[in-house]
């Protein structure tokens, strides 16, 4: 790995506190995507087996997100553009600043995914009606293109951040 030149950069502290968070985060998300389910197809919460199921479920296994999270992370970044940090007066460390900032604009972000049927649907499937027999990447692609809808934005591993345009009508 190459030499950091400038320790002090906002990307790298922002990086560290997207990694320290990423667990926590990945809960929140499913939490998030629940709640969403319940907002666009059950929203008076009438009880029966499938809504009992997914107000029940608690996340076991969190790594099917991790590439989504990597995806919505990295989208983030990009918002803010900058690399320099700021000059903060009310005695907090960048660090501290950035774990509120993040998990605030994670929070936003998602809430504003779970809006989608398509988001909310796949990570469903992710989760609570997760099975061995089903191939996860096909969830995992529906919820990354809906994120790249949302944004106009597509994460390439080697290209960066690219402008994205839909191709459904």
Same mark, same amino acid.
């Given at each position: 790995m190459g030499e950091r030149l400038f320790l002090l950069d906002k990307n790298y502290i922002l990086k560290q506190v997207q990694t320290d968070m990423k667990l926590e985060l990945q809960a929140r998300l499913i939490d998030l995507v629940k709640e969403g389910y319940f907002n666009l197809f059950n929203p008076l919460r009438l009880p029966d087996d499938t809504t009992r199921l997914i107000d029940h479920y608690q996340p %076991?296994?969190? +790594? @099917?997100?991790? !590439?989504?999270?990597?995806?919505?992370? &990295? #989208?983030?970044? /990009? *918002?803010?553009?900058?690399?320099?940090? !700021?000059?903060?007066? $009310? =005695?907090?460390?960048?660090? $501290?600043? /950035?774990?509120? $900032?993040?998990?605030? +604009?994670?929070?936003?972000?998602?809430?504003?995914?779970?809006?989608?049927?398509? @988001?909310?649907? %796949? &990570?469903?499937e992710l989760s609570v009606f997760h099975s061995i027999d089903k191939r996860i990447e096909l969830a995992q692609n529906r919820m990354k293109v809906? #994120?790249? $809808? *949302? @944004? =106009?934005?597509?994460? /390439?591993?080697h290209k960066g951040i690219q402008k994205f345009k839909s191709k459904t009508a």
């Open positions: %076991a296994h969190l +790594a @099917f997100f991790d !590439e989504l999270y990597d995806v919505i992370s &990295g #989208i983030y970044r /990009y *918002h803010l553009g900058d690399n320099q940090l !700021e000059l903060l007066f $009310d =005695g907090r460390s960048h660090y $501290d600043k /950035y774990i509120e $900032d993040w998990s605030e +604009a994670f929070n936003n972000y998602v809430k504003q995914l779970c809006t989608k049927k398509n @988001f909310v649907l %796949a &990570g469903l809906s #994120i790249y $809808d *949302h @944004f =106009g934005l597509k994460v /390439y591993k």
